[in-house]
């Protein structure tokens, strides 16, 4: 911590002395105390650290940060880089949520307690601190710490994201695209990573904006990098020639032999389509869609109608027997992981499989033939792939 309280109650932080004599003479003598839990604090000088204040106890609760070199330095030039807003405010103590953000900021558009992590934080806990920013009209601006969420991302492979990474994902408004907003305390830049395309649960493909400002509303200027096209026929290839047999997925395979008659390493080309809302969906795109166009739509002939609600039954169903599981993502407050389910009847319409009778209401309109060979389902996703292109570069 760099600020504290004094005896007389007036706030003291260490980040408005610039000279360590100045500092050394100013608190001789002074005890200081917790702004948030008024217990003791000690006055800490290491080489590595920069020079703070910690409890002489480890009972206070107000932060959800141990204080690393990493997280004091970052708090540090966060708060530099914020101080072209309206004072911004340092370990700002919130009393009723009992809560001390790293800094505080208030614009024309809201207020914001920015968190500054480094280090893992249990999932109830980020939901528990983000719910009571939220209850008290303050929108928690969750940050990464870049160091925590790998090298810095100048080439075009994808990063991988665990389910811890994954919760920073945030998405305030329509308008605003979902992104992950980093942070490095050694360079004072922000990083926004926008997800685009996963291939599991992890690997994913993002678009990357750099700035040495917070950019409140981001979202126009992201660089376009569709690389993962590229990438999506080699991996869809491994995967029907290696993870198809792996372990995790015997239930998907037995079920696919048992009520279709095919190895799942043949799976139709239709399954595994890239989707705008994926990231709400836990479970890896090929494996999702496969339930969901197995359980709804494999089965069912030419010109008969698919509704929409049972759709999305079946796919509860799935939910609940585990077999399909979501993100928990508290920072996105736009869409559902129905949205996703509604593009992919979508991107079947337009590879011409479906067809939309009514927002509801879809028609199969032709039976997908069964794949024979490996040379054949590869052949067959490249056409997919391609006819998806094709329709999103004439809509886009
Ligand atoms: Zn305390």
């Known amino acids: 911590m760099f600020v504290a309280k004094k005896k007389d109650g007036s706030y ?18 002074e005890s200081f105390y917790c702004p948030a839990c008024n217990s003791s604090l000690l006055l800490k000088q290491g080489k590595v650290r920069r020079i703070h204040f910690a409890h002489l106890n480890k009972s206070c609760t107000a932060s959800s940060e141990s204080e690393s070199p990493y997280h004091l330095e970052g708090k540090v030039k966060l708060y530099e880089s914020l101080l072209q807003y309206n004072q911004p405010i340092l370990e700002h103590y919130i009393p009723n949520t009992q809560q001390r953000a790293d800094v505080y900021v208030e614009t024309n558009y809201g207020r914001y307690a920015f968190e500054f992590q480094c280090s893992n934080l249990p999932a109830q806990e980020f939901k528990r601190r983000t719910k009571l920013y939220e209850r008290e009209g303050i929108r928690p601006m969750w940050i990464i710490g870049q160091e925590k969420l790998g090298p810095p991302d100048n080439n075009d492979s994808p990063l991988k994201l665990s389910p811890f990474q994954w919760r920073f994902l945030q998405r305030p408004s329509p308008h605003i695209q979902p992104f992950i907003l980093s942070f490095c305390p050694y360079q004072s830049i922000f990083t926004y990573h926008q997800p685009i395309f996963s291939i599991n649960s992890s690997t ?3 678009n990357s904006m750099t700035s040495e400002n917070w950019i409140e509303q981001p979202g126009i200027s992201f660089q376009k990098r569709p690389i993962w ?4 026929l080699h991996y869809k290839k491994k995967w029907r020639y290696e993870y198809s047999f792996y372990k995790p997925y015997q239930k998907l395979r037995k079920y696919c032999y048992g009520n279709m008659n095919i190895p799942l390493s043949l799976l139709p080309s239709e399954i595994g389509l890239p989707v705008p809302s994926f990231y709400h969906i836990h479970t890896s795109l090929i494996e999702w869609q496969a339930w969901l166009y197995f359980d709804s739509i494999y089965h069912m002939p030419p010109l008969t109608l698919i509704h929409l609600p049972s759709v999305l039954k079946n796919f509860r169903f799935r939910l609940k027997s585990t077999d399909i599981s979501l993100r928990e993502l508290p920072l996105v407050k736009v869409g559902a992981y129905e949205d996703a389910i509604v593009e ?3 991107a079947l319409v337009e590879i011409g499989l479906l067809e939309r009778e009514t927002p509801t209401i879809y028609r199969v309109l032709k039976k997908s033939l069964p794949l024979s060979t490996m040379e054949e389902a590869h052949k067959q996703d490249q056409v997919v792939l391609q006819t998806l292109l094709r329709t999103k570069q004439t809509t886009d």
Do not use: A, P, Q
């Open 229 to 232: 096209k590229e990438h999506y």
């Open 344 to 346: 992919y009847l979508n």
């Open 12 to 29: 003291f932080s260490l980040l408005d002395w610039k000279r360590r004599e100045d500092m050394e003479r100013i608190t001789k003598g």
């Open 204 to 206: 994913t493909y993002v």
